[in-house]
């Protein structure tokens, strides 16, 4: 029944480790986002794909790069792991941004790297 | 670009008593606003949005907000609070039309007392 879902929930990781989040929506939306939320609470969008394709890329280091398979998935895969990535990472889909209807979220990944 | 300024960090409040939480937008364009809450350890769910029309928009758990574009504002209220809004509450704003990004504010604890 979960409209978006992210695994996993935690993720305790090594710096310099390469590791991957998923995320799946089975809204029917055609727009994926994933959203960065600092140890402050500050939510800041990373990327947006519309139909798996990329339409908004923040400045973001290259060490991330989302994939998105299909129109129902988007994963976020992080290489090179630094302190400064630990943070909640939220996944999120909306049905037509053109009409800025609302997002749905995902209930974020606790990324931790040590 | 558009710009998003909760002012409270964070507001305490008895129970049963009134609310607003402050939000303050800047954008040289016309704008769609929105008020998302975040529960502890869960992603964000909308509360209400301003897309156009009434300035005064009502949402879901009693909560509503007033569109003040004199003043360039977007304040969220409610008459009597419960011990269960106890979270945090984002106000965010997009440019209309087209595939613009969501910007968020920085979020306002509230804190409801007993």
């Known amino acids: 029944d979960t409209a978006v879902s992210q695994t996993p929930k935690y993720l305790v990781t090594q710096m310099g480790n390469d590791k991957s989040i998923k995320c799946e929506q089975n809204?029917?939306?055609?727009?994926m986002y994933w959203y960065k939320q600092d140890s402050k609470k500050f939510l800041k969008i990373m990327f947006s794909?519309?139909?798996?394709?990329?339409?908004i890329n923040e400045t973001v280091p290259n060490r991330f790069s989302p994939k998105s398979p299909d129109k129902a998935h988007l994963n976020l895969h992080i290489n090179s792991l630094e302190l400064g990535d630990s943070a909640v990472y939220f996944c999120?889909?909306?049905?037509?941004?053109?009409?800025?209807?609302?997002?749905?979220f995902g209930q974020g990944t606790r990324l931790t790297v040590v | 670009a558009q710009s998003v300024t909760q002012l409270d960090s964070q507001v305490p409040v008895f129970e049963e008593a009134p609310v607003e939480l402050r939000c303050n937008y800047s954008?040289?364009?016309?704008?769609?606003l929105f008020w998302y809450v975040q529960y502890p350890n869960q992603g964000l769910q909308l509360l209400l949005k301003?897309?156009?029309?009434?300035?005064l928009v009502k949402g879901i758990n009693g909560f509503e907000a007033e569109f003040n574009k004199s003043q360039t504002s977007f304040h969220l209220r409610k008459p009597s609070v419960h011990i269960s809004d106890t979270a945090e509450y984002f106000c965010?704003?997009?440019?209309?039309?087209?595939?613009?990004?969501?910007?968020f504010g920085t979020g306002t604890k509230l804190q409801v007392i007993p």
């Open positions: 999120a889909s909306s049905q037509d941004p053109q009409q800025n209807t609302e997002a749905f």
């Open positions: 809204l029917g939306h055609d727009t």
């Open positions: 794909y519309n139909n798996k394709e990329l339409i």
């Open positions: 954008s040289s364009v016309s704008v769609y």
């Open positions: 301003y897309l156009s029309g009434s300035t």
């Open positions: 965010a704003v997009t440019r209309s039309g087209g595939y613009q990004k969501v910007t």
